[in-house]
C-alpha cells in the first residue's frame, strides 16, 4: 500500500514536471517570436530614409538674379506707382523742393510695368551699390551723371533707350508718366554686356522665424515721419496680417495695376543729414552726408526700437545694428528704409 501511494505520487510530479516543461517551451516560442518580430521591425525601421526637418527657407532674398534698383517718382502726379509691393525694399530719400523719391529693389521679378520711372539723384547710387544692383533711371542731375561715371555704375537710363524699352502712358502727364518692365532692363543690361546674377548677400538679415521685439522696444501701431512741411509719410498697423498700410501726405498708397494696398513688413528709419548744394544752378538739389553711424529705428509686428545704421563708405552695406552692438535680425517680409532729415519729426502713437 505504500509502495503504491509512492508510484502514485511519483507519477504526480512527472506530471507537474511535464507540464512546467511545456509551458517553458511554449513561453520561449512565443517570446522568441515577439524576438524576432521586434528585430524585423528595428531592421525595417533601419532601411527606411532617415527623416530630416528642413530648416524654413528666408523668401524675401535668394537665389541668384542680380538685384534690380529702379527710381521711382513720388510726386502728388506720379501716385499711384505699379508693383511697390513686388520690391523687396524701397528707399524713400529726400529730393530738393521737401519733395521725396523712391528707389524700389526688385529680385528675380517678371513684371510688366513699373513706374513712373524718374531721374537719378548722387546719392542714390550709394545704396544701388550696396546691394550690387543694375541702376535703372529717366534722366539725372549733372552730381548723379559725374558719380555714375566715376564709381562705373552699371547703369541704364532710359531716355537714351528706345521708346519700346521705356515708354510713356496716356493715363497720367509727364514727367510723371515713364515706365518700363523687368524684361526690358535685363535685356538692355545683357546688351551693355552687365552681369544679371549676384552673389552678394542681403544688405538686411533676414531671418525665417518671426521677430518680435523686445526690451526697449516701444508701440509702433501707427507711426509718422515728417520729410518737409508738406511732406509726410506715415504708416498704421494691422495686427490680423501683422503689416503695415502705407500712405503719403494722408493719402493711403495702392497699386497702380491692381489697386492693391501698398502694404509693409518692416520699416527702417535712417536720420541724415542733407543739405543745398551750391552748384550755380539754384534748383535746390540736396546732399546727404550718409557715411559713418547714424540713429535710426527698426519697426515691425507693432513694435520700434532703437537701432544705429553703419555705413563705412559709400559703396560698403549699411549694418543695422541693435544698441548694444548686435546686428537686428529683420522679419522675412519687405521692407521700406525711410532716410530722412536728421531733424525730422517722427512720431508713433
Not at 551693355?192 to 526697449?216: F, I, M, P, Q, R
Not at 493711403?252 to 495695376?257: A, P, R
Not at 546732399?287 to 544705429?308: E, P, S
Amino acid at each position: 500500500m505504500k509502495n503504491k501511494k509512492s508510484i502514485i505520487f511519483l507519477i504526480i510530479i512527472l506530471i507537474i514536471l511535464a507540464i512546467m516543461a511545456g509551458g517553458l517551451f511554449i513561453y520561449k516560442k512565443l517570446n522568441k517570436g515577439q524576438v524576432e518580430e521586434t528585430i524585423n521591425n528595428v531592421e525595417d525601421i533601419e532601411d527606411e530614409e532617415p527623416l530630416i526637418v528642413q530648416p524654413k527657407q528666408v523668401k524675401t532674398f535668394n537665389g541668384d538674379d542680380r538685384p534690380i534698383s529702379v527710381m521711382i517718382d513720388n510726386h502728388s502726379g506720379a501716385w499711384p506707382q505699379a508693383n511697390l509691393n513686388k520690391a523687396y525694399i524701397v528707399y524713400e530719400i529726400i529730393v530738393e523742393g521737401g519733395e521725396t523719391r523712391l528707389m524700389a529693389l526688385f529680385k528675380g521679378q517678371d513684371l510688366d510695368k513699373i513706374g513712373p520711372v524718374r531721374s537719378s539723384r548722387h546719392y542714390f547710387l550709394d545704396y544701388a551699390l550696396e546691394n550690387d544692383a543694375i541702376y535703372v533711371h529717366y534722366g539725372w542731375s549733372p552730381q548723379a551723371k559725374r558719380d555714375i561715371s566715376k564709381l562705373k555704375v552699371n547703369n541704364i537710363n532710359g531716355i537714351t533707350e528706345s521708346a519700346t524699352d521705356f515708354w510713356r502712358v496716356k493715363d497720367k502727364s509727364a514727367p510723371h508718366n515713364a515706365v518700363t518692365s523687368t524684361k526690358n532692363i535685363l535685356n538692355i543690361a545683357k546688351n551693355k554686356g552687365y552681369s544679371t546674377t549676384s552673389n552678394k548677400k542681403s544688405v538686411l538679415n533676414y531671418v525665417s522665424d518671426d521677430v518680435e521685439l523686445d526690451g526697449d522696444e516701444q508701440e509702433a501701431n501707427s507711426f509718422s515721419i515728417k520729410y518737409s512741411d508738406y511732406n509726410t509719410a506715415s504708416y498704421t498697423y494691422n495686427a490680423e496680417t501683422k503689416r503695415y498700410l502705407r500712405y503719403t501726405r494722408g493719402i493711403k498708397q495702392v497699386d497702380w495695376n491692381t489697386n492693391e494696398d501698398v502694404t509693409v513688413k518692416n520699416i527702417i528709419i535712417t536720420f541724415v543729414k542733407n543739405t543745398t548744394l551750391d552748384d550755380g544752378e539754384n534748383k535746390g538739389r540736396q546732399t546727404l552726408d550718409n557715411v559713418g553711424t547714424r540713429d535710426g529705428y527698426y519697426i515691425t509686428n507693432g513694435k520700434a526700437i532703437k537701432i544705429k545704421c553703419e555705413k563705412k563708405s559709400r559703396t560698403e552695406q549699411t549694418v543695422y545694428k541693435d544698441l548694444n552692438g548686435n546686428e537686428i535680425k529683420v522679419n522675412d517680409g519687405n521692407t521700406f528704409i525711410q532716410i530722412c532729415p536728421i531733424d525730422a519729426e517722427v512720431t508713433f502713437k
